[in-house]
């Protein structure tokens, strides 16, 4: 009897662990499957939405990616490993944004011993709906190209005069933010996240 009694309990704390293992498991593979926050200009931005290397983050008051205000966008060039390359991907963005809107401003820093080489556009994107003020920094951060994406939105088919004034008080501090930002999340960390279908 006390052999029977001492089997069951050993299966019982068997049994036990092993859920507790699990569950343990599970939990770790949640977390890294969470999603991130980022803080630019001390702000924190929640990510949104990922696919194809294409990450999306609003801040916390910002949810409904349909009438979003705010919005950084990161995007992952895996292929993307020279100052060559990452050239040819601002000239694309730079094509881009002519087709869809006004270029606002272009600067290129080259190469330095301590620095890769990197690119700002700036530009003012139309919609019958929106105007949007997008600033975008092309970089290598670990021999990957990183384009991050600075967007406001200001709605309504008379948003010039209020995007006007945004651009005035707020252009010069979201560039220099953008362009000293050194807080990206890693390319390994956004493969992680979950992805839109």
């Known amino acids: 009897m006390n052999l029977q009694k001492s089997f069951v309990s050993g299966v019982f ?14 939990s770790t593979d949640a977390r890294s499957k969470e999603a991130i926050t980022i803080n630019f200009r001390g702000t924190d931005f929640v990510h949104r ?16 990616l349909a009438k979003w205000r705010d919005m ?23 094509g881009n944004y002519q087709r869809r809107g ?18 700002l556009i700036v530009a003012a994107l139309g919609d019958p709906n929106f105007l949007e003020a997008a600033f975008a920094r092309c970089v290598l951060v670990n021999g990957v190209g990183f384009v991050t994406v600075y967007s406001h939105r ?13 651009l005035k008080a707020n252009g010069v501090p979201v560039e220099k933010a953008l362009m000293e930002w050194d807080k990206l999340p890693s390319a ?6 979950p992805q839109s279908k």
């Not at 036990?16 to 569950?23: D, E, Q």
């Not at 939405?49 to 409904?64: A, L």
Request: proline content about 6%; hydrophobic content about 40%; glycine content about 4%.
């Open 13 to 26: 704390v068997g049994a036990c662990l092993l859920m507790a293992s699990v569950l343990i498991a599970q």
């Open 49 to 64: 939405w990922s696919k194809d290397n294409q990450n999306e983050f609003t801040p916390r008051s910002d949810s409904d």
């Open 72 to 94: 950084v966008t990161v995007n992952v060039h895996e292929s993307v490993a020279n100052g060559d390359q990452l050239a040819e991907v601002a000239n694309r963005i730079l």
């Open 102 to 119: 006004k270029i606002l401003r272009t600067d290129s820093k080259p190469r330095t011993p301590d620095r890769p080489a990197e690119h």
């Open 154 to 166: 200001v709605y309504g088919q008379a948003a010039g005069p209020e995007m006007s004034e945004w």
């Open 188 to 193: 390994a960390s956004l493969k992680r996240l």
